[in-house]
């Protein structure tokens, strides 16, 4: 079982659907969890820290699950410029982070 | 402005040959990575340093090697014992430790072996 999995997609939905994506991990002792977006042939960006608690960002929302080990994105009012790679990324007790392969988003206009 | 500076963006070389990638931060950033991207894969960690003079290798360090010898400055070389160099290389830093926080990257080098 890889240690962050997610769907790679890819996930088409219209402008102004929402939408979500989940990522699993493997490691419970995992400490920090983020979103990366990542355009195509671009360098990764950090999009949002996902907190116990949830979080919110405009039309961006994380939150984790530490009972079912995952980890949410959901996008609301989907955008063009939203059509990108979404990276999951784990943080644990062995002081190292660990990419998902990403889920890519692609909105149609 | 600040950032990270990756060159170069594109580099062609021939089996056998070795290649150094540059990776340069103007953040003071103490922590440097380096990370290889594969289709269909996730980033997987090749070596990394927390502080000048010294780094560790990460999962997959074998053909690779890399330099702290100043704070803004973490070139990786990409030996000819490397069996599948062709990827996309990525440099980051972090002003702390890995797991605590952003990374910042820089544009990448992808490389093809010829």
């Known amino acids: 079982r890889k240690e962050v999995e997610q769907d790679p997609g890819p996930f088409n939905v219209p402008e102004g659907a929402t939408v979500a994506f989940n990522c699993t991990y493997s490691n419970s002792a995992s400490q920090s969890f983020f979103w990366y977006r990542q355009d195509c042939r671009k360098e990764p960006k950090l999009l949002m820290s996902v907190y116990s608690s949830g979080n919110e960002d405009g039309r961006f929302t994380a939150q984790l699950n530490r009972a079912s080990q995952y980890i949410s994105l959901l996008i609301r009012d989907s955008k063009l410029s939203d059509s990108a790679t979404y990276l999951c990324v784990v943080g644990g007790a062995t002081n190292k982070l660990i990419f998902g392969t990403g889920t890519l988003l692609a909105v149609q206009p | 402005d600040g950032g990270i500076t990756q060159s170069p963006k594109y580099l062609f070389r021939k089996e056998g040959q070795n290649v150094t990638l540059s990776c340069e931060q103007n953040?003071?950033?103490?922590?440097m990575y380096w990370y290889r991207q594969d289709p269909g894969q996730g980033l997987r960690l090749i070596y990394y340093s927390q502080i000048v003079n010294d780094f560790q290798k990460g999962d997959i360090a074998e053909g690779y090697s890399v330099s702290r010898e100043k704070k803004e400055s973490f070139p990786l070389t990409v030996t000819s014992a490397q069996k599948n160099p062709t990827a996309f290389y990525l440099c980051?830093?972090?002003?702390?430790?890995?797991?605590?926080?952003?990374?910042?990257f820089g544009e990448g080098s992808r490389l093809t072996v010829l």
């Open positions: 980051a830093s972090n002003p702390r430790a890995l797991n605590t926080g952003e990374l910042f």
């Open positions: 953040l003071n950033h103490d922590a």
